[in-house]
């Protein structure tokens, strides 16, 4: 199917966060690029070849996605923040396993010969992330298995998919475990947003002397990888050898307390303070243990957290600062204030040529 050396690519999930920046990486590599969601990104241009909005829990649309495809990166998922998560466990089960299941048959019917799924941290057991000192998390911890959620068991079932369509079919698959990917163009309000983005939109609308709301202690904590490390990590996977389970992630852990005092210092704002509240929180403490994805892809990630915050935050701090409503408007001069700006600035010069020294007209921000 593939033209020349380069295999016809299929994004799933070429809507979400990850999914538009690993359609930019591919195109850039000159990849042949179809991507598929319900929707389209909502913050950006889809640079795809083909973007095509289907539901992927059906297994007819499925088949048509997969079309005339060679390689597959699949990352199509009904998910969100702890908020989302916890309160929607059935559907999130529903819907995920119904997506993982036929996208992978489809892919298997139409002939593709690579397939990567994209699994989550979450797949870990609940009972070694209690400690917020967490021992950071070998891909073997996975078993015996003890997700937290329901988002967890249907990554680990599909994974468990994955390694049994390359045992029986023959379909090289590749598993990747995404460990909580950040970074701008994503979703930061609404209730599916991770923390960095939440905490990103909560420091951008607060204003100085104010407060942002962090859920529970903030002593929880969490390792952060940035987007631009997670798709070059996604791409050197699917051009392994390697057909286990991959742990990628930064293994720079921080309490979510730090990670809000770092986006409060970028935001320039002083006095802000960090208000604790009940909320779901997730485990209590969860970091990658890298040293599997060092060996096989010879690599790592290489953003640091303050580096990749500070793009994260100037774009959500434009997207909070854009649905401000506009500032009232100045009320309008008096007689004695156009006489004194007169002698300030003199005569206006109308559009026609002619002068007029009967009023001023002050240019503002909307004007060219």
Not at 69 to 91: C, E, K, P, Q, R
Request: with cysteine; charged share 25%.
């Amino acid at each position: 199917m593939s033209s020349g050396s380069s295999p016809r690519v299929l994004v799933t999930g070429a809507g979400g966060f990850i999914g538009h920046h690993l359609v930019t990486s591919l195109k850039q590599r000159g990849h042949w690029v179809r991507g598929v969601d319900k929707r389209p990104p909502e913050y950006t241009a889809m640079n795809a070849d083909e973007f095509e909005v289907r539901d992927l829990r059906r297994f007819d649309e499925c088949l048509l996605a997969t079309r005339g495809i060679d390689h597959v990166y699949a990352l199509a998922a009904d998910m969100g923040g702890m908020g989302f998560i916890s309160a929607n466990h059935g559907t999130i089960l529903r819907n995920n396993s119904l997506i993982n299941i036929h996208t992978i048959e489809a892919a298997r019917m139409n002939g593709v010969s690579r397939y990567l799924f994209s699994s989550s941290a979450c797949v870990y057991p609940d009972h070694l992330q209690n400690d917020a000192n967490v021992t950071p998390l070998r891909e073997s911890d996975a078993y015996p298995a003890n997700p937290q959620d329901a988002y967890g068991w249907e990554k680990l079932i599909a994974e468990r998919v994955c390694l049994e369509y390359r045992a029986e079919f023959g379909l090289e698959t590749r598993i990747v475990r995404f460990h909580n990917i950040y970074g701008p163009y994503g979703t930061y309000e609404g209730g599916r947003e991770k923390v960095p983005a939440a905490l990103c939109r909560k420091v951008a609308e607060a204003e100085p002397g104010g407060d942002v709301e962090i859920w529970g202690d903030g002593e929880q904590t969490r390792s952060f990888c940035y987007v631009d490390d997670c798709v070059e990590g996604i791409y050197r996977l699917m051009q392994s050898d390697h057909r286990e389970p991959l742990n990628l992630g930064s293994e720079d852990m921080v309490t979510v307390n730090e990670l809000a005092g770092m986006i409060v210092e970028l935001s320039g704002k002083e006095g802000i303070a960090l208000r604790h509240v009940d909320g779901p929180q997730g485990v209590r403490g969860r970091n990658s243990d890298n040293r599997q994805l060092r060996e096989v892809l010879g690599w790592e990630p290489s953003v640091t957290l303050r580096e990749g915050l500070e793009p994260t935050y100037r774009w959500i701090e434009k997207q909070v600062a854009a649905r401000r409503p506009p500032s009232p408007a100045p009320a309008p001069r008096r007689i004695d204030d156009q006489v004194a700006a007169r002698a300030r600035f003199g005569p206006v010069i109308r559009p026609n040529g002619s002068a007029s020294g009967s009023a001023v007209i002050l240019k503002t921000d909307t004007e060219p």
